[in-house]
């Protein structure tokens, strides 16, 4: 009993690692474009995808990662310029933009890899003794990467020029623009970050879940949860709280129903949403 | 003495480290025309939205007609009989401007009735036919009130004010943006109504406040620098000093409170 | 010819073709097609109570789907496990759709714009995921399936709902009716209002309306609508899914409503009807007609953000202008866009 609440309290964890990754892109896109993205879940399902794809290319699984957020990237970018620019990233327009945006890429999916769910197998097998139980070496690799990824774009923000652009625009655009930054492109760029890092976490977690062209739909809510409960514009308030939630996920299906686990989740949503929905964490406010 | 129409205490305001209004006690007598003025900053808009609701005091009350106000909401405070426009022009832009008279007149009900044609009213379509002629944009009942010029959003929002019968009327910079024309309009306008309803107005064109006002009250930094008759403020030296501070705005202010 | 009268044409034909429906269809096609028309009747239904929210008053709702639940439910439940009758297992799924937007709407109409979508779907989530895991009162995904009670006796002869041509009247005549409903809303007092508040909901609190109550009265009636399709729809497949309160269904209608015309009368019914006859043509050669849904709702923001009806006006409004010779005397514009 208490290796299987050790056993999902860990997957919980790592799950909650990757699907920071996952939220910090929502968070970026919502936090500077002001969209909610329907679409999000499917950009990590389109990850997972590329992850699929490039395996079978190249016979090499860690080709995924380079592949999924660089085409990532530039769908996002794409996407942005084509979609979202003109209808001005107006509110109502956007939701209903990215709702058909989520549509297509399920379909073009299912045309191009099928309705059937797949697996992926990992590129390192074999269990290592944790805590007194077995864990899956892929798993805690997944980890990993999943903290240096965050630590990386955390850094990406902090000194690369397209991180303080995005930082400024976010907190002032009009003096942004003022200064000369060129908002515009920013935006391009910000989406194509999101979906890039989407597309990694789909990459990362493929072989630890289904390839389906589906796989988005479960995520989103769960994206969604981490950024309004981290608070919106609180990029490390949005990983802890993807953390956490996924974390406390973990152990609630350690001894009731799934189904029960993400009720209460939402649950707490909603009452973030109502009493302080600015978000649980303190920190870097909008 | 009968009770002021409009009466503060202590009421005080922050925004974070500024303190927007402080401490402020004003009393304003039924019957008269009040200005306020005051250089930028000075609390007088804030002032506005403490009493119409839309801020809640940090500390102090507000008394209407001898009524404590503090704390209630804004369209409780506007059935009570307050009514004011916005210091940015703010009407409903994609009604018409007629549909912005009408709702305005129905929202006195505290009961909007959910199945009988709105056309059926016929009182209240009197009353918007009667207010466009009043304030002159009968030829553009049937437009949106957002393909309005600024002067004639202006005079929409009067209308509105007037329309809705109101007991207490503030005007947040009613002739800001207008042009001269427009201005001497809006100000024969304005004391049109005064004979009927009590008004306050904040403004920062000289010549209008010194045109309409009975009572002049001067706000510098959330506080009352002076009160009194148009005359008394025009001569009073730290009024010139705090707010008019140039040698042209001086003479401009000697003409025009001796006009 | 004014435009008042070619609309007033317009609507004269759209009235008898959908009366002319059950025998003028299998005449010219399948059968088939009259159940689809049904389908595209309760569906509008559904569709409308989303334009209610959002083209009237201005709140984007992307939870419609847990009324609708609630309708359907109410009457699955009612007729299955506490063997109500038609009459009642009706009434039972409007009243619990009614009172779970009342219950919900109370918390989510405090919420700003964005907040309040999001909280939409959070709410129908919860309760899909409610459904989903109490399977033996609502069949979880599989469902419930059960079979129907008669409508009403009529000396010796009954009328139920399995008579395809029964049933579309049914369906007509309810929707027919929910409509006329709305249509009074919207043009009387409390409609200007909710304009109003769509408009600017700083200037209306001003004016004295009570902004929250006013949301959360068009939000119960939202409820009602959402409520009293998903009651048809039960009534109409003798089915009851979780499947149809997951969020994918409110952002459909969030599409057919858009692409419609939002803020219009017919806008939901075009594009519902627009949907849902590319779904059936489309699907019948091609699986994938989700992706025609997707490129369509894209094109329609981007190049039509008004909608078809939306379309419409414009081009009848810019026609009228044309042909204007002198300003007519100043109109109170009262009548609600159709």
């Known amino acids: 009993m208490r290796d299987t609440v050790l056993l999902l309290a860990m997957n919980g964890l790592i799950w909650g690692l990757i699907i920071a990754l996952i939220a910090l892109g929502l968070s970026v896109i919502f936090g500077l474009l002001d969209i909610i993205n329907i679409a999000h879940g499917d950009f990590f399902m389109v990850g997972t995808v590329l992850a699929w794809f490039s395996l079978s290319a190249t016979g090499n699984f860690w080709i995924g990662f380079i592949v999924a957020p660089l085409i990532g990237f530039i769908i996002g970018a794409i996407i942005q310029r084509l979609v979202i620019q003109p209808i001005h990233g107006a509110a109502a327009l956007s939701i209903v933009a990215t709702f058909g945006l989520s549509l297509i890429l399920q379909e073009i999916v ?7 769910p797949r697996r992926m197998l990992a590129p390192i097998q074999g269990t290592v003794p944790l805590f007194g139980v077995d864990y899956d070496i892929y798993r805690l690799f997944a980890a990993l990467v999943a903290l240096l990824a965050l630590g990386g774009f955390f850094l990406f923000l902090q000194y690369t020029r397209l991180g303080i652009w995005m930082r400024a625009v976010r907190h002032d655009r009009d003096t942004a623009i003022a200064m000369g930054i060129p908002a515009q492109r920013v935006y391009v760029l910000t989406f194509g970050v999101g979906f890039a890092l989407a597309a990694f976490g789909g990459a990362v977690a493929a072989p630890i879940t289904t390839v389906d062209f589906r796989g988005g739909v479960d995520v989103l809510p769960f994206c969604f949860m981490a950024v309004i409960i981290g608070g919106l514009g609180n990029l490390p308030g949005t990983v802890a709280a993807a953390v956490l939630l996924a974390f406390l996920e973990g152990l609630i299906q350690s001894f009731a129903d799934p189904t029960i686990a993400r009720i209460s989740s939402l649950v707490l949503m909603s009452a973030v949403l109502l009493l302080r929905p600015q978000g649980l964490f303190k920190g870097f406010a909008k | 003495m009968s009770e002021p129409v409009l009466r503060t205490e202590n009421l005080t305001r922050r925004f974070g480290g500024l303190t927007a209004v402080d401490n402020l006690g004003i009393s304003l007598a039924g019957g008269r025309v009040h200005a306020i003025i005051g250089p930028n900053g000075a609390g007088k808009t804030t002032f506005f939205n403490l009493v119409t609701g839309l ?17 209630f909401k804004p369209h409780v405070i506007s059935r009570l009989g307050i009514k004011r426009t916005l210091q940015v022009k703010s009407v409903f832009g994609e009604l018409s401007v007629a549909d912005n008279l009408w709702i305005t007149r129905q929202a006195r009900h505290r009961f909007l009735h959910p199945f009988r044609p ?22 553009l009942a049937a437009r949106p009130a957002g393909t309005l010029s600024y002067g004639d959003v202006a005079m929409l929002e009067i209308g509105m004010a007037l329309i809705a019968e109101p007991s207490l009327l503030l005007l947040d910079e009613p002739t800001c943006g207008m042009s001269p024309a427009e201005t001497s309009r809006a100000v024969a306008k304005i004391r049109d109504l005064a004979r009927t309803i009590d008004i306050v107005i904040i403004e920062h064109d000289m010549d209008v406040v010194f045109g309409i006002a009975d009572d002049i009250t001067v706000l510098a930094q959330g506080a009352i620098l002076a ?16 707010y008019l501070g140039r040698p042209e705005d001086e003479d401009f202010v000697e003409e025009a409170a001796h006009a | 010819m004014t435009r008042r009268s070619l609309e007033i044409g ?91 937007a009342l219950v919900s709407g109370v918390f989510a109409v405090r919420l700003s714009w964005h907040y309040f979508a999001i909280i939409t779907v959070v709410f129908s989530l919860i309760f899909y995921f409610l459904a989903v895991s109490m399977k033996p009162l609502t069949g979880g995904d599989d ?51 909710f304009l109003a508040i769509r408009d600017n909901d700083l200037r209306a609190s001003l004016i004295g309306l009570n902004v929250y109550v006013l949301r959360l009265i068009a939000f119960v009636m939202a409820g009602f609508l959402a409520g009293v399709s998903g009651a048809l729809f039960a009534f109409f497949g003798r089915y009851a899914s979780a499947s149809y309160m997951f969020y994918q269904v409110s952002g459909e209608a969030v599409v057919w409503t858009i692409v419609g015309g ?25 699986e994938h007609h989700s992706l025609i849904v997707g490129l369509l709702a894209i094109l329609a923001v981007i190049f039509a953000p008004k909608g078809i009806v939306g379309l419409w006006n414009g081009w009848m409004t810019r026609l009228g202008e044309r042909d204007a010779a002198a300003p007519a005397k100043p109109r109170l514009t009262l009548q609600a866009e159709p």
């Not at chain 3, 005549?173 to 409390?190: D, G, K």
């Not at chain 3, 219009?264 to 091609?286: A, K, N, Q």
């Open chain 1, 110 to 116: 299912r045309i191009t890899f099928g309705a059937t």
């Open chain 2, 55 to 71: 801020l809640s005091p940090d500390s102090g009350r507000i008394f209407f007609r001898g009524r404590d106000i503090t704390g």
């Open chain 2, 118 to 139: 709105a056309a059926r009213d016929l009182e209240a379509k009197l009353q918007v036919e009667q207010t466009l002629e009043q304030i002159g944009l009968a030829d």
């Open chain 2, 227 to 242: 009160s009194g008759s148009p005359a008394a403020i025009a001569d009073d030296e730290r009024v010139r000093e705090a």
């Open chain 3, 10 to 100: 317009m609507a004269v034909g759209a009235a008898t073709f959908l009366v002319a429906v059950p025998w003028l269809i299998p005449a010219l096609t399948d059968n088939f097609w009259v159940s689809v028309i049904t389908e595209i009747l309760i569906w509008s239904l559904f569709a409308s109570s989303v334009n209610l929210l959002f083209g009237y008053v201005g709140l984007l709702s992307f939870g419609q789907a847990l009324y609708f639940g609630f309708g359907m439910y109410g009457v699955a439940i009612g007729i299955d496990h506490v063997g109500l009758s038609f009459w009642p297992a009706f009434g039972l799924g409007i009243a619990s759709a009614l009172a779970m």
């Open chain 3, 143 to 193: 469902g419930i399936n059960f079979s129907l009670p008669p409508v009403f006796r009529l000396g010796g002869s009954v009328f139920s709902l399995t008579d395809p041509t029964f049933q579309y009247f049914f369906v007509l005549a309810v929707v027919s009716l929910c409509f006329f409903l709305m249509y009074r809303v919207i043009n009387s007092p409390l409609g200007k209002g």
């Open chain 3, 262 to 286: 939002a803020g219009t009368m017919f806008g939901p019914l075009v594009g519902t009807t627009l949907f849902i006859v590319i779904r059936e043509i489309v699907s019948s050669h091609w």
